[in-house]
C-alpha cells in the first residue's frame, strides 16, 4: 500500500521528509488517546532518536532518555544479541517511571525486548511505540504507525555515511 506519506520501491517502504512529519504526528495522537502519561521517554538510539524527540515535543514530555543498542550492522545484517553500547542509561534514573520506549522500527522486536528486560523491575509501567512494526516481531507494540514486511529506508538513513567508521571523509564521485 502507498500513500502521500510514504513509496514502495523495490519492495521497500520509502519514508520522506515529509511523511515523517505526519505519521509522528499520528503515533503521538494515539499515545494521547490512549490515556497514558509517561514521566519520561527513553530512545533506543539510533533510530529511535527522532521519533522520541518528536513524541516528547507532542506529547509534552521534557524527560528524554537514551538506551544505545547495537544488533544491525547492515541492511539485513544483524548481530546475534543486541549488545548495549556506552554510555550506559543508570536504571536509578527509571524508579517507579512511567516510561514510553520509542524506536523506530521492531524488526526482530529484539532490541525492545532487551530495553523492556532492562527496565522491568525498577519502572512503575512501560509502554512501547514505533513507526513500523513487522508481522514477525517478538514484541508487539502498544503503538504503531504503521505494519509492513518490507523493509523500510527512514530519511535519516537512506544516504550512505559522508564518514567511515575509523573518521575519514568519503570521497563522493561527482
Known sequence: MTTSTEAST???EVMTWEGYGVAVRELAQMVA????RPDLILAIARGGLFPAGSLGYALAVKNLYVMNLEFYSGVDQRLDVP???PPYLDKFDLTDARILVVDDVADTGHTLKAVHEFCQEVVAESQTAVLYEKPHSLVKCDFVWRRTSQWINFPWSTEPPLID???TTIVLDA
Open 33 to 36: 488517546d490512549s490515556g497514558f
Open 83 to 85: 549488545v548495549m553500547l
Open 165 to 167: 567508521g575509523q573518521g
Open 10 to 12: 523495490d519492495e521497500r
